[in-house]
């Protein structure tokens, strides 16, 4: 069938100096000609027109673009609209593209979804595209750019064309035994996919690096009542997020704000101080908490530097993943000087701003080794993880019987089909015809 031709607000929604209109599908050109009068601009040249409506009236005047298909973003016919960015313009404009033959309103994601179907961006890329979209801090910039510029889909693809060339010569000592073929195809294809399955196993095991990055960094304030936990998270976030009182357990329920810090996301957590408590609503502010603590990526652990001990709540919280803060220095440091459970104990003040800036390099740094960027592509979301973890099972299945020679010829070429499908369901391209392809180019079976 052919596809209706869509379209819909490109730019945000209200008010605004310019808003864009995109058209896309077979229909494009003549309802821009019955906007224009016929007066089309060139290919890829913007033009300043007048748009009337069916009756003549004057709707607006703007820059008009004109990008034929097979050169533009979806594919396909597409045509743009910068328009003025006022309420009753783009009624207008809508009012006059509703009554054309051939037009409907798009449906979310549709243009991306064109874009896909016609081979102009693979899955990961469109989902880098939304990222792009939706990025906060310039790490997630960065991260959806490179994911939308393809850098995630190639490796992908990189590695499914292996799997795929490995599955041809397999299948081809298979079904061609009667055709001149090179010797050993089968034992030559088993060290290759243990090494690719080595390489598929180094990139899952980022610590969730590219997911955190896309979602934020989960940091949890955690300690003792009346230690400081709500100061410290209005003093990062730069603003009264949270109720400060001297009042022991004001703070019943976890309180998040978002931040950038350094250009990387992190979504900050203020819990409930850690105590017994015959209160049911506290109790279950402490529970909350320790949850917390507990999902948490990096936990701020508050210790009361007037205090000579740190109760055993706060201090089993102490570990690998804890920065811990002796707050309220300013009144005097009765706590150990040197570390706890190993872990060095930042001096600060947040009432005097003591020792905050120290605090801020630090946590930096602990944000940057967890979800710093490097130099090679991340996985973002987790069906990338889950479909990598199945192309990983059915490798191992396929060496395991490589190795004990127990494993038919069938089976095994089986294993290696389901580890390219695995691998195709995450750009979204999964084609039996590159599997011809690669049989008939590298064997020439019929000659």
């Given at each position: ?65 004109w ?5 533009s ?13 006022g ?88 079904d ?15 060290p ?33 009542p ?129 020792g ?27 069906r ?25 010829a069938?089976?095994?070429a ?17 084609d ?16």
């Open positions: 069938m052919t596809p209706q031709t869509i379209y819909a607000l490109s730019s945000a929604p209200g008010r605004a100096g310019v808003a864009v209109i995109r058209l896309s599908g077979p229909d494009a050109a003549d309802a821009l000609e019955a906007l224009t009068g016929g007066n089309l601009p060139r290919p890829r040249s913007a033009g300043l027109r007048k748009l009337k409506d069916d009756s003549g009236a004057l709707l607006d005047e703007g820059m008009v673009l990008f034929p298909a097979p050169h973003f979806t594919g396909e016919d597409v045509a743009e609209l910068q328009v003025h960015g309420r009753a313009v783009l009624a207008a404009i809508f009012a006059a593209l509703a009554k054309l033959p051939g037009l409907r309103l798009a449906e979310p994601g549709e243009f991306s979804r064109r874009a896909f179907e016609n081979g102009k961006l693979d899955l990961t890329s469109a989902e880098g595209l939304g990222d792009l979209i939706n990025a906060e801090t310039e790490a997630q910039r960065r991260q959806a750019l490179r994911q939308m510029q393809g850098a995630l889909g190639q490796l992908y693809e990189g590695w499914r064309n292996q799997l795929t060339r490995a599955l041809a010569h397999l299948e081809a000592d298979i061609f035994p009667d055709e001149d073929l090179p010797e050993g195809v089968a034992a030559e294809v088993r290759q996919l243990a090494r690719l399955r080595e390489e598929i196993a180094a990139h899952l095991a980022d610590n969730r690096r590219g997911e955190r990055l896309r979602d934020g960094l989960m940091v949890a304030i955690v300690g003792a009346n230690v400081g936990k709500s100061s410290l998270l209005n003093a990062l976030a730069q603003r009264e997020a949270a109720i400060v009182s001297d009042i022991p357990g004001t703070t019943r329920d976890v309180i998040e704000v978002h931040l950038d810090l350094g250009g990387y996301p992190v979504v900050l957590a203020d819990t409930a101080g850690l105590r017994e408590s015959a209160d049911s609503i506290e109790s279950e502010g402490v529970a909350r908490a320790l949850k917390r603590a507990e999902s948490a990526d990096l936990k701020l652990v508050v210790l009361d530097a007037t205090q000579k001990t740190v109760p055993p709540e706060t201090a089993s919280l102490i570990d690998a993943d804890a920065i811990v803060i002796a707050n309220k220095v300013d009144g005097g440091n009765a706590l150990p000087v040197g570390d706890i459970n190993g872990r060095p104990v930042l001096p600060v003040s947040v009432r005097a701003n003591t905050m800036t120290a605090l801020l390099d630090v946590l930096e740094q602990e944000v940057i080794a967890r979800i710093g960027l490097t130099g090679s592509a991340t996985l973002t979301r987790a990338h993880r889950e479909a990598l973890t199945d192309c990983i099972a059915a490798l191992d299945r396929f060496v395991r019987g490589a190795e004990r020679h127990n494993t038919s069938e089976l095994a089986e294993d290696v089909r389901l580890a390219a499908r695995a691998l195709g369901r995450i750009t979204g391209r999964i039996v015809e590159d599997l011809l392809d690669v049989i008939f180019r590298d064997f020439c079976i019929g000659k």
